[in-house]
């Protein structure tokens, strides 16, 4: 079962502990600063269409340097501004496109993998041939449940059925997707450090959830639960131990750094708007954009890309060799 170290946010004195309530919360929290980056970013990205007066045309613009006459934009301090925010908004939405495509594909190949080397179906677990107890559940829009025959043969009856109790909640909770939303999010939103905290929160409160789910319907109670922890050889949150033993109460959402997140959005899109109503910028897109002659532009990305395939292949290389 996975488990994680990562502190939760200050409990709140008094209230039951509900960890599928909290990570429902956290989870909202989340999607709301998610589209309000998303929205922020189109935002600020829109606000640059509307400030730069692109051309096809030769600009007027130019300057001599060696002989060679180049062009160049011209922009004052307030389209300067609206560039860099813009520059920011497309990154962020190109990492998360980017992080879609590479989480979706990622968790396709492992499921494929997974499934070719899985021996046997237990009740709708895929058994896999490894000789270290593992039990997890993965897949983004089809989630799982695997366990390896170590578990099978390691645990007895009632921590086998807490620890299948504890993926299957997984499952039906479709936790491995919410994850990889908030590690997504929190990668392409990395400016705002309430999502870091909210990603890490979750982490825990699916783990959480998942023990009070087997606590529930597992025939062993919590001895089972208990056992099935001490057999996985990942260590063991403090939560989650607290939790077994009742002394966990209500987490508190953490609303201050949501706050001066959302914050940093609002001033982001502000300060485009501002911008943007002054901001004067002018470029062109006559090629060849920074040289009158074309073929100076070409022999110039000669030497980069011939640089970046040769670091490309020496890293395959160093990868090559680090899995032999």
């Known amino acids: 079962m996975a488990t994680t170290t990562n502190a939760l946010s200050t409990a709140r004195p008094g209230r039951v502990a509900d960890p599928a309530a909290d990570a429902r919360r956290v989870a909202r929290a989340q999607c709301a600063l998610g589209l309000l980056g998303t929205a922020s970013s189109l935002f600020v990205v829109l606000r640059l269409a509307e400030t730069w007066r692109v051309s096809a045309q030769a600009a007027s613009h130019h300057i001599t340097v060696l002989g060679q006459t180049l062009s160049y934009p011209e922009a004052n301090l307030a389209a300067v501004l609206v560039l860099v925010l813009a520059a920011g908004g497309l990154a962020a939405l190109g990492s998360v496109v980017a992080g879609i495509v590479r989480e979706v594909m990622a968790s396709r190949r492992l499921a494929r993998r997974l499934e070719a080397l899985a021996t046997d179906d237990l009740d709708g677990a895929l058994v896999l041939p490894e000789e270290r107890p593992r039990a997890f559940c993965l897949g983004l829009l089809r989630p799982r449940v695997y366990v390896s025959t170590g578990a099978l043969s390691g645990l007895e009856g009632s921590a086998l059925a807490a620890v299948l109790a504890h993926e299957r909640h997984h499952?039906?909770?479709?936790?491995?997707?919410?994850?990889?939303?908030?590690?997504?999010?929190?990668?392409?939103?990395?400016?705002?450090?309430?999502?870091?905290?909210?990603?890490?929160?979750?982490?825990?409160?699916?783990?959480?959830?998942?023990?009070?789910?087997?606590?529930?319907?597992?025939?062993?109670?919590?001895?089972?639960?208990?056992?099935?922890?001490?057999?996985?050889?990942?260590?063991?949150?403090?939560?989650?131990?607290?939790?077994?033993?009742?002394?966990?109460?209500?987490?508190?959402?953490?609303?201050?750094?949501?706050?001066?997140?959302?914050?940093?959005?609002?001033?982001?899109?502000?300060?485009?708007?501002?911008?943007?109503?002054?901001?004067?910028?002018?470029?062109?897109?006559?090629?060849?954009?920074?040289?009158?002659?074309?073929?100076?532009?070409?022999?110039?990305?000669?030497?980069?890309?011939?640089?970046?395939?040769?670091?490309?292949?020496?890293?395959?290389?160093?990868?090559g060799e680090g899995a032999e």
Not at 228 to 248: C, K, N, S, W, Y
Not at 295 to 308: D, F, K, M, N
């Open 171 to 319: 499952l039906r909770r479709r936790d491995p997707l919410r994850l990889a939303t908030g590690r997504l999010l929190a990668r392409a939103f990395f400016f705002l450090p309430a999502l870091d905290v909210l990603a890490a929160d979750q982490q825990i409160l699916a783990e959480l959830s998942a023990d009070a789910g087997a606590l529930a319907v597992a025939p062993g109670g919590r001895a089972g639960l208990a056992g099935a922890m001490l057999a996985f050889e990942e260590g063991i949150a403090p939560e989650r131990v607290d939790q077994l033993l009742g002394h966990t109460r209500g987490r508190r959402l953490p609303v201050l750094i949501c706050l001066g997140s959302a914050a940093v959005l609002a001033l982001a899109a502000t300060l485009a708007l501002l911008a943007g109503q002054v901001a004067h910028g002018t470029a062109t897109l006559s090629p060849p954009f920074l040289s009158s002659r074309p073929c100076i532009v070409v022999l110039a990305t000669i030497p980069a890309l011939a640089g970046a395939l040769v670091l490309r292949a020496r890293r395959r290389a160093h990868v």
